[in-house]
């Protein structure tokens, strides 16, 4: 999609205003180290803090997974937005008119017009709803079924809950009237179209309506309950190009300050359940709608919080949908606890029968660990008054034991077995022995994550063994990041390697950064990393140079290091042409080519002169 050109005096803007440390804490707990700001990344799961912000480059970088750039870049991966996206953002916060070349074509393009009329009408069509159920007489059974159910009216005016009468065309001529593209308003799911072509219906009648919202609190669906008898019970809006279930999470704006400040979500299944817990004072709750956890879910989770609750119903259904979610949030590097219920019921009925701080104190406080709940959920499936029932229980929960990676937790868990069952504890150790043997047999000979030095999932000791360690670097590519780092910062230095060294850089993407530097400031831009970075618009190029800004050396930069630094550069391609041309020389030999053979040699030994003579060179 083109954005048009977006000035540099409103990038230059944007981030002046705002500042890398302030825009970074707001999602990050940053503790200050020497020159240099730490914290856990949000980007990936790690126990060890390896996110690193440089308040003096106005830049991020994270040693585990890689991510870097400036304040723009940053918000950008947090939020998921394009990068016009979070200039957008970052300048209306920042009172920056957004009035640039572009951005009106991109409100008028088809659409991006087309998502800007949808969400309108979503936002007008919610407020329609709820002015019905609170002002009419056609929504005082709906009210009625809410004030019952324990929903305040200022939960109803927070949560925008609203009503729907049962007549067919209530939205379509409310948006007829107010000259919306009706077929339009079908495609973003508001409307159906007749079956003969003749016109449009509403999608939703007779139902008690709650808004959907995206991460920015702007309403993208709608979800319908059914006030009386009927199915289906919960009707949502389809799949649009406002609306994706798989990537939204009902309430998920609302409680999103409150999850970043507790680093804790507490994941329901229904959004009478949201709604009824923020009431008890879970502020940090949030559902799926109408679909399971999806990998999208918890990959958004993941970036906010370190820790999930789930607080599913306690009926079969729920507590397998507990035992589905568990890998697959434990797999996004989120600690994962369960809130248990009483069988059979559901958030909302425990808060009815047992009060909000009940509700409080006993589940949401008080979560089990996601292996007691596996444990929990295993004994429900055996009749353990019989032996072979205890026998089979007790190899399941050893199983389930062995897959932890801590000895401690371990432990724990069979003296727990050991204690219940009357069980010898070193019997349950070596099962639990063996069973790990088993497993590690089944893993893959290497670990492919270049990155688990630093995982939070993978601690036990032997990761900790085979994983690896950053590389060490040949000699040419630290001398380009060595240049590179001191080009970044000083436009002298800059001109200086463009005269001697020009783009013969020999790692790709140091190439392309040094090419991008010297347009940079043949443009008339004073050294600016930050700004530099965001004119990059290149995702790996932003991670390169975060990367080589973040290098620390205590060494003076001088003429004589630049001299050094160039010339193991220009060493390079001489050192590969000498490695062809051995190879060659050895091909002549076997093919008895004794006379190529020595021209060859004498070429080779031409190369290595020069290289030598090189040394000692000086400009």
């Known amino acids: 999609m083109a954005y048009g050109k977006i000035p540099d005096s409103v990038i230059e803007a944007v981030l002046k205003h705002h500042d890398i440390v302030e825009t970074v804490g707001k999602y990050v707990h940053l503790s200050k180290h020497g020159k240099y700001m730490k914290g856990l990344c949000p980007f990936h799961s790690e126990k060890s803090p390896s996110f690193t912000v440089t308040p003096e480059k106005g830049i991020f970088y994270c040693y585990g997974c890689g991510k870097g750039g400036n304040a723009i870049k940053f918000i950008e991966e947090i939020e998921e937005y394009s990068f016009p996206e979070a200039i957008r953002v970052m300048a209306e916060e920042a009172n920056i008119p957004v009035t640039w070349s572009g951005s009106q074509e991109h409100q008028q393009s088809a659409d991006g017009g087309d998502r800007d009329t949808l969400i309108e009408a979503h936002e007008l069509s919610v407020k329609l709803y709820h002015y019905l159920l609170m002002n009419t007489t056609h929504g005082q059974a709906a009210l009625q079924y809410l004030r019952n159910r324990g929903v305040t009216d200022k939960q109803i005016d927070h949560f925008m809950i609203g009503y729907v009468p049962p007549e067919w065309d209530t939205l379509t001529r409310f948006l007829e009237k107010r000259e919306y593209d009706l077929a339009l308003m079908e495609k973003g799911g508001l409307l159906i179209a007749k079956q003969d072509k003749s016109g449009y219906i509403d999608r939703f009648r007779d139902r008690i309506m709650f808004p959907i919202w995206n991460r920015d609190g702007k309403v993208i669906a709608l979800a319908g309950r059914m006030l009386g008898e009927g199915q289906p019970k919960y009707l949502n809006s389809p799949e649009t190009m406002l609306f994706n279930k798989s990537r939204n999470l009902y309430n998920f704006h609302h409680a999103r300050t409150a999850m970043r400040k507790s680093r804790r979500i507490v994941l329901f299944e229904g959004y009478m359940d949201v709604i009824k817990a923020w009431s008890a004072g879970v502020h940090n709750g949030v559902a799926s709608m109408g679909t399971a956890l999806t990998e999208e879910h918890a990959s958004i989770l993941q970036r906010n919080v370190e820790e999930a609750v789930l607080c599913y119903d306690g009926d079969n ?24 219920l009483p069988r059979g019921m559901d958030p909302d009925e425990y808060i009815e029968k047992h009060g909000a701080d009940a509700f409080m104190r006993e589940t949401i406080e008080h979560p089990v660990s996601a292996t007691k709940f596996r444990l929990l959920y295993a004994k429900k499936n055996h009749i353990l008054l019989e032996e072979e029932g205890q026998k089979n229980y007790l190899l399941e929960a050893v199983g389930i034991i062995a897959v932890l990676d801590s000895p401690t937790e371990r432990e724990f868990y069979l003296k727990e077995l050991s204690r219940e069952f009357d069980m010898s504890l070193d019997s349950l150790k070596q099962d639990c022995f063996d069973r790990r043997q088993q497993l590690q047999k089944m893993k893959p000979q290497r670990d492919n994550n270049d990155n688990s030095w630093n995982n939070g999932r993978n601690e036990n000791r032997e990761n900790r063994r085979t994983s690896s360690a950053p590389p060490v670097l040949p000699a040419y590519q630290v001398a380009e990041r060595k240049l590179l780092a001191q080009m970044l910062q000083d436009a002298d230095t800059a001109n200086t390697v463009h005269q001697k060294l020009g783009e013969a850089f020999n790692v790709e ?8 530097l010297y347009a940079y400031y043949a443009q008339g831009h004073d050294p600016d990393v930050s700004r530099f970075i965001a ?19 205590d060494i003076p930069f001088d003429e004589h290091l630049l001299v050094d630094y160039v010339n193991e550069i220009l060493k390079v391609p001489k050192f590969r042409e000498i490695e062809q041309l051995k190879e060659a020389m050895v091909r002549a030999e076997r093919s008895g080519d004794m006379l190529k053979a020595a021209q060859i040699a004498i070429e080779m030994n031409a190369l290595e002169r020069q290289l030598k003579g090189r040394q000692d060179d000086r400009f």
């Open 509 to 516: 993407d140091h190439a392309a950064l040094a090419a991008y």
């Open 535 to 553: 004119s990059l618009q290149d995702s790996r190029l932003e991670r390169t140079a975060a990367s080589i800004l973040m290098t620390d050396d």
């Open 317 to 340: 259904a729920g507590q397998t949908a507990v035992l589905k979610s568990l890998p697959l949030l434990e797999r996004a590097g989120l600690r994962v606890q369960v809130a248990m």
